[in-house]
């Protein structure tokens, strides 16, 4: 079992950052990790994942450029960058992780509870 804790959400003005980190209960040396964001009535989507070595960012097409994945496996912890931010972006957003690298939901086996990023316009 993992336990993972998303922090960092909150409301931000379009244009502005923010900055997600989500805390893994075990070590992630050996894990992929990834972000993914459910809009009201929407289903959730892949935002960016990275590999176990922090290697290897993917994007979604709809942050790249705007967002950046990093992960710290001395600390166990991945972080999201938002950069530029959107009034679109909004969202929950959930970390996971995976055996290995995935834009898809089945690939990961751990969720964390989510955090609220509200961008207004």
């Known amino acids: 079992q993992v336990q993972l804790v998303e922090s960092g959400g909150g409301l931000v003005q379009a244009g502005g950052s923010l900055r997600l980190s989500c805390a893994a209960s075990?070590?992630?040396?050996?894990?992929?990790m990834g972000w993914f964001r459910q809009a009201p009535g929407k289903e959730r989507e892949f935002v960016a994942s990275i590999n176990w070595s922090g290697g290897s960012p993917s994007y979604s097409d709809s942050v790249k450029g705007r967002f950046f994945i990093s992960k710290d496996n001395t600390k166990n912890a991945v972080y999201l960058e938002m950069n530029s931010l959107k009034p679109e972006d909004t969202a929950v957003y959930y970390c996971a992780w995976a055996p290995r690298s995935s834009t898809e939901e089945s690939g990961y086996a751990y969720w964390g509870q989510g955090t609220q990023v509200t961008v207004s316009s």
């Open positions: 075990r070590s992630t040396v050996f894990s992929a």
